[in-house]
């Protein structure tokens, strides 16, 4: 526990978990509210276990202080809604836990779950331990001192375990929500120190061996000596997948296939020895088959061994070194002439250093019946995390020997992975390409194969030069003649891309989450070439993501329908023929023209190719394209458009990087306001759109943003969605507008743009105070409490503004004019804050959109430039103010206070009245919900309606559902006065006497005694007869408790008197059990004294025989089977064995029975009874008559309350702060302690009402 600084400087109490693994602070997002924090933007990946992230959006800086405020120290702390669940996750019993005395622990309730507020990482980490420890002993929790306290840390019994926590929990499903993230094109990566260290690495160890191929040494950031075990972890693997084969023959026959070919070729040897060697540091990898389509060993290095790392997580991964997939389709569709292959078995033809390859041994044998061997992988393994990085490294390091720039950009930049696409206009350039590129591979024993090329030429000197006949299909360019090309099927023969989708559409079948998925993952369109149909299914994912469905939920029939149209139109897209190659030949100039658009569904961006041949002749393709689907909260059109002009611009960027001829770019924008912001300067724009615009003018500088007429714009199709069976006679989309074939002089001309009609820009009277961006005015709105204080300082602010240019000198007390200039200048930042768009159009005379939420109300500029309702009464007899109110937007500051002002002066007026008057001069949108928030927010008004939270029902105790004898857990309650007489006959005097209650916890027998005062005396007399006639065995544990304990106890019950503290004040329902047997005895009594007055004597015999009516009442029904026992089951069961109201037994005592099977009788009776109670009685206990819920809202340390006080009016109630709560086994919390100005009192919830502070 810990103490944290508000806004304010005061602090408050909080909980923080040390993480020395953790290289960031978090707090969560209820402390910082609860702190009134100010919070920063930023934009960072959070991952934690298992590699589950999340993004969190906002910092704040943090201060900590030690309980003794001997420590202090302020923080950056991410915001995340919650860090980790409640620590630990059960009561943990402590009794058995020796902590020293005079130990200043920490936290001193570390034992009780509690939910975490803070945790902070390694930067503080080790400046906060201190340098002693105390063991406590073997399995128990060790003491580390602290800035902040001494720490307890380390193991606890493992009986206490009830489950295990980690610190990090996100939700497992897939990442989709990036459909609708802002801006996804990433920026240009950065290494980072361990890629860099991998580099660095494979040129030091990197080296050739005789035949010419790669030995690379693995990088590692941990030592080989972390790995545990793994042998056995293997053999289990292997052992499952013998299973495995018995059941799939053809598996295991293409398995076996695999594995014989990696023997024979040298890719893995046997080991002589087939047991881990203990002097030795080995890592066996589990391995399984795969079929895509044929079948395909998986070597699984990231397996854990016994220490609970693998083989992965010791390895450095490095970094891409290749070009990605996106850029070399976009060069595949430069050239005119085009080859494609791929390096056979790239992995294995690189070989491991000797040194490492013990950590690359397997478990494997053909058949059952042979015995199990070891063997040693000698080359790079597919599924090792460095083996990517090491394999494309050699790949694009073998251009270092090579002279010629065109063969040396082929290595490094068109290879992926092992797919190798190159293209060039001439075909002699080309061929010459293919041969040095073939003669530098086969130097490194790296083999391309599987040609294809849209010309036989080039096949032909493939195959001359490596001298041996290529697949018959290569020559073959037939028309049916395909091939998939990293992941796009392309026609050698025809030279176009084609798609081929097959989905397996039935009416019928139940469609879910899962299905939905596994289709979409047959559409792979990377350069976007589909991209308006591809718009339809990402506007299905958000509406599926948005309703929150489970994976086998099936979705709504609005979805259901969807997804039908969009599955019986997909296959169109099979029937495209799209051309590969965007140019022509010798081509005068080349131009690539970015379109831009957004709608309120999604916003995206095209890219076309013009070119210009010599002739004149003009050729525009569609080349990219990519689309956002727009984000969940609502935002603006022009922010969209905005979104979409970025996005355009980081396209064209990447696409422009990937080409390797000089294309001039244009840009294309229908949004006159967007290509207003591009023309402004950034610094008279607000934050979100400053931000874009900076980016976009960088990005495009040098380079022209023009307008395009919508009709003309095809980033609307892809904004907006086409149907798969209407893109293919789509010219818009496929050749772009049709004046992109004319001449420029023949394009679209930019309206003009009036500089005070863009929303989201702030005018400044002269360039001397344009860098002035913060409005004073503002920040003044926004930290006011009061708006007739508000009005009264703004007033006095214009006329100090006044003077100071001299226009009038004003004294004294403030004019009307002059607050109603001040209210109107208030107003009017309200509005152009929360209606920017609305009020830029209204001013400058355009009328808004068509589903705009003010257009029903008619709105208009007033001559003091206020939005009023325009409406339908302008006709009525009313006032102007009410015909024509002034809009309002129910989440501004101003519009609260208003609503504040005008329920303080309606003297505490309801929500519906509270509404009705504030509509006389505004129209607040949404006006009715903050109505009665304002009334909920009321201090004065919260009393009378004040309401308690009221937690779940909570579980029995232990004393009331375990098997034990009578009365050996007690409740005590009293209840009276009932007045008795000293005496019989005349002259009697009356005095009063209380009757006590005691009641067994668990079978509910009741015995009760008459008492004739209110003394610890008479009690302590009561106790003991009870004590001698109920239960003399504890007469015994009471005095060897009274010898145990210390002088301090005995001395306490001597001078204080017996204090019960089992239930909180005021909380009858605590002790329900009780209660009920005190309302028992009232019942009886009632009836039989009547209005009589008895005696002692005649009052204990009444008590007496109430008692054994009590002891006979039936605790379970009676059972419906006569057949069965058919006595209803009593707690005088337990006392004396029967009834007490049953018959006596006849007299047996002459009677010859051994004494032996008596006993045995006498238990057998005995354990029948406690059968039954627990068959019987405790089943009826397990349902819970009310409270089956909590309340939503939870009551913390620090929260403002009011205590109830039944004997005083609500207005008199006294205020106080929660200071600590008090957690049930259950760990709710249903007592708290509350500082009032009278002290600490202890209340449960029903007795406190929380003030609507928040």
Known sequence: ??????????????????????????????????????????????????????????????????????????????????????????????????????????????????????????????????????????????????????????????????????????????????????????????????????????????????????????PLKESPDVLGDSYNMARRRFMSLEKRFERDPVLKE?????????????????????????????????????????????????????SGKSFNDIQKIGPTVQDDLFSILVRFRQHKYVVTADVEKMYRAIEVNPSQRSLQQIIYRSEPYLPLKTYTLNTLTYGCSSAPYLATKCLVSLADQVQDDKVKYAIQRNFYVDDYLDGDDSLEKLKHTCQQVISTLDSAKLNLRKWQSNSTDILQTVMDLKGTPLNNKS????????????????????????????????????????????????????????????????????????????????????????????????????????????????PSSIELHTFTDASERAYGTCIYARTVGKNGTVDVHLLVSKNKIAPIKPTTIPRLELSGALMGSRLCTKVKSALTVNAQCFFWSDSTIVLGWLSSPTNQLKQFVRNRVYEIQESTSGHKWSYVPSKDNPADLVSRGVRADAIGESSLWWSGPSFLSKPCCDWPVMPNVKEQSLPEIVLFSNAEDSHKIPNPIANLIHNRSSFTNLVRILAFVLRFINKCHKKESLHGHLSLSELQRSKVMILKMAQKEMFPEEYSLLQSDQSLPAKNRLLSLSPFLDEDGLIRVGGRLKNSFYSFDVKHPIFLCSKHHITKLIFRLHHINLHHAGPQLLLANVRQTYWPLGGRNLAKSTARACAKCCRFKAATVQPIMGNLPNSRVHLQFPFLNTAIDYAGPILIADRKGRGCRLIKCYIAVFVCLAVKAVHIELVTELTKEAFMAALSRFIARRFVGASNELQRFLRDTSDDISGQLADDGIKFNFIPPYTPHFGGLWEAAVKSVKFHLRRVLGLAHLTYEEMSTCLSQIEAILNSRPLTPLPSDPSNDFTALTPAHFLIGRSLMSVPHPQVTDANIKLLPRYQRVEQIRQHFWNRFSNEYLSLLQQKTKWHRSSPEQLMEGTLVLVKDRTMPPLLWPLGRIIKVHPGTDGITRVVDVLTKKGTIQRAYNNICPLPTS
Not at 113 to 132: C, H
Not at 508 to 524: A, D, E, G, M, P
């Open 254 to 306: 293409h398995y076996t296939k695999f594995m014989q070919e990696y023997i024979d070729l040298g890719h893995m040897t046997e080991n002589t020895i087939n047991v881990p060697q203990d002097n030795k540091v080995s890592y066996y990898i589990p391995h399984h088959g795969l079929f895509q389509p044929k079948c395909r060993v998986v070597f699984d290095a990231g397996a854990a061994s016994t």
């Open 475 to 586: 020559l073959d360019l037939n028309e049916n003649t395909s091939c998939k090309t990293l992941g796009l099927y392309w026609s050698c023969s025809q030279d176009i891309l084609l798609f081929s989708i097959n989905l397996k559409h039935n009416p019928n079948s139940k469609v879910t989450k899962r299905h939905i998925l596994s289709s979409i993952n047959q559409i792979f369109d990377p350069l976007g070439l589909v991209g308006p149909c591809v718009m339809e299914v990402k506007d299905i994912l958000r509406k599926l993501w948005s309703a929150k469905y489970d994976w086998d939920d099936e979705v709504s029939v609005e979805i259901k329908n969807l997804w039908h149209t969009f599955e019986d139109t997909l296959p169109k897209i099979n029937s495209l023929r799209i051309p590969r190659w965007i140019l022509c030949d010798e």
């Open 1 to 218: 526990m810990v103490m944290v600084g508000d806004r304010h400087g005061r602090l408050h109490k909080a909980r923080l978990l040390l993480d020395n693994g953790s290289t960031a602070n978090f707090v969560t997002d209820r402390l910082c509210t609860k702190l009134g924090l100010v919070r920063r933007d930023t934009s960072s990946t959070v991952t934690g276990i298992d590699n589950q992230a999340t993004v969190s959006t906002q910092l704040c800086n943090l201060t900590i202080v030690s309980n003794n405020g001997g420590y202090r120290v302020s923080i950056n702390c991410h915001i995340l809604p919650d860090i980790t669940k409640s620590i630990p996750t059960s009561h943990v019993n402590i009794q058995h836990i020796p902590i020293p005395t005079g130990i200043n622990l920490a936290d001193p309730s570390f034992n009780v779950p509690s939910s975490i507020d803070i945790l902070v990482g390694a930067e503080i980490f080790w400046s906060v331990l201190g340098s002693s420890s105390i063991k406590l002993g073997k399995k128990l929790p060790v003491l580390q001192e602290s800035q902040l306290g001494w720490l307890v840390t380390g193991s606890i019994p493992q009986s206490q375990l009830q489950s295990s926590v980690c610190y990090f929990v996100q939700n497992n499903e897939p990442d989709l929500s990036r459909f609708w993230e802002f801006d996804a094109i990433s920026p240009t990566h950065c290494m980072s120190q361990e890629e860099r260290e991998c580099e660095a690495s494979f040129s030091e160890h990197t080296s050739r061996n005789a035949d010419g191929r790669f030995v690379v040494t693995i």
